[in-house]
């Protein structure tokens, strides 16, 4: 009788935990659409300790750290989510308006490549990628 009370006790325990954890993520993009970027930065953050590889979280930091104009840290998650997902269509996309606003014309093309051959939602963009990327190499 103890071992099954201790066990319906764990099953509990743990259950909860997931389910906090899970809660993270979700509050942290309600937070990011209400345009909170700070309390979103922390759910994301405390996201990431109880889960490492949720690409969404880095690449909601990676859009938080754009936002605040912050290329490095932008870049850095950006790369993460990327490494946790080579098929994120988002991070590409923001990637490589990154490489291209810092003039790495070579990695932006390498980025736009690859865009093109795992774009699934967003292949829409790749004209307008490749436009961008030309205008700013007559600059």
């Known amino acids: 009788m103890i071992k099954i009370l201790i066990l319906t006790f764990y099953f509990f325990l743990i259950h909860n935990t997931s389910f906090s ?3 993270y993520l979700n509050e942290g993009i309600e937070l990011f659409e209400k345009k909170k970027y700070d309390k979103a930065k922390f759910k994301f953050e405390q996201e990431i300790v109880h889960n490492p590889k949720s690409e969404q ?7 938080i750290f754009k936002y605040k104009k912050n290329d490095n840290l932008s870049e850095r998650n950006l790369d993460t989510t990327i490494l946790l997902n080579p098929k994120n269509e988002d991070a590409l996309y923001e990637l490589i308006l990154l490489k291209i606003k ?4 070579s990695e932006s093309e390498n980025l736009i490549n690859k865009f093109s051959s795992v774009c699934e939602l967003l292949c829409s963009k790749k004209d307008q990628l490749v436009k961008l990327r030309k205008d700013s190499l007559k600059k």
């Not at 979280?57 to 859009?63: D, G, Q, T």
């Not at 810092?102 to 014309?105: G, V």
């Open 102 to 105: 810092k003039s790495d014309f």
């Open 57 to 63: 979280s880095y690449l909601y930091l990676a859009k």
């Open 21 to 23: 954890q899970d809660n």
